[in-house]
């Protein structure tokens, strides 16, 4: 079966905020602004290109355990009509959604919590809360070092809430 992978990642946040001043309430001032990034990757194993994609969708409630992903030993997942292991050894792009059912208060952190944690990217556990998202993408860069003692990341839900929180994780990279 032939492969062909691609992306397009945009991410955009847009702001606008008039203050006056307190002690001269004719002075304003306005910051209008946006913060635009976009990747655009090719397929293939060179800069700028993919050639593996790993999605995977998590229900989390406040008793939930710790989901493990092993980016170089493997990931299962299944595809159209076939299922595989996804392998990576380099990663370009990680993007990590939490959406809620029925969570209040209620966050899913991730990190790099063994020995084996992908150290090369972060030490500490990042918290992303319903409606939040957590993107990190090199661009046109060669992405990021995995290897058997420096592959893995977790997901586990922050307890400070009772219900539900669906949590997303997009993997792109190269094999």
């Known amino acids: 079966m032939a492969t062909n992978t691609t992306s397009s990642s945009v991410i955009a946040t847009q702001w606008s905020k008039a203050e006056t001043d307190s002690i001269q309430p004719a002075n304003q001032v306005v910051d209008n602004g946006q913060l635009t990034n976009f990747s655009n990757y090719a397929s293939g194993t060179g800069v700028g290109e993919i050639d593996t994609i790993y999605h995977d969708i ?20 299944g595809i159209l009509d076939s299922t595989g292991t996804v392998k990576f050894s380099r990663i370009k792009s990680l993007t990590i959604k939490a959406t809620t059912n029925t969570a209040k208060n209620m966050g899913v952190q991730f990190g790099n919590s063994s020995s084996s944690g992908w150290s090369n990217f972060q030490a500490d556990a990042i918290g992303v809360r319903p409606s939040g998202m957590f993107h990190w993408g090199v661009g046109i860069g060669t992405g990021i070092a995995v290897t058997s003692d420096n592959q893995e990341i977790a997901l586990q839900p922050l307890t400070v809430g009772t219900g539900t929180l669906v949590a997303e994780i997009l993997i792109m990279g190269v094999a």
């Open 58 to 77: 998590q229900v989390f409630t406040s008793s939930s355990t710790l989901k493990r992903y092993y980016l170089f030993s493997g990931l299962d997942q």
